[in-house]
């Protein structure tokens, strides 16, 4: 089994209403030292024809300047929680799990997907200005 962990560096979004892949998240990663980066395409499906596969990973040769890219399908009724974790949180790694291959431009099924932070603190985020209202003290 092989792995591929992506530290989200940006992402853009396309919404496709009344569609078969309602929305898509496209990521793409921290390059290494090599100045290559992996990136993503999160395809959120209409719920009732979701692929039975995770997604695929195409693995590029390491001697090129292109990274790997996988393609992720979730559920479309999962997109809202994703996409508040991409637009809240810092920093976020997308870690995947799949065939492992040798071949250089090989395409592997993807086993596992999840999408994490690393430790924060609590309370991080924006502020609530009904909050901040109810806080101020008068003089």
């Excluded at 919404?15 to 390059?31: A, T």
């Excluded at 809240?88 to 993807?110: G, K, Q, R």
Aim: aromatic share 10%.
């Amino acid at each position: 089994m092989a792995s591929l962990i992506i530290p989200i560096k940006t992402y853009s979004m396309l919404v496709r209403p009344r569609q078969v892949i309602e929305r898509i998240i496209n990521i793409k990663g921290e390059p290494n030292t090599k100045g290559v980066a992996a990136s993503a395409s999160l395809y959120f499906y209409t719920d009732a024809q979701l692929p039975t596969k995770f997604g695929r990973v195409i693995r590029i040769n390491p001697t090129t300047q292109i990274g790997s890219h996988a393609t992720v399908f979730l559920p479309a009724s999962s997109f809202g929680e994703v996409y508040h974790v991409i637009q809240t949180e810092h920093p976020i790694n997308i870690y995947l799990a799949f065939e492992t291959t040798s071949e250089p431009n090989a395409t592997a099924d993807v086993s596992f997907f999840q999408m994490y932070t690393k430790d924060e603190n609590p309370g991080e985020g924006p502020q609530d200005p009904d909050m901040a209202a109810q806080l101020e003290v008068p003089v």
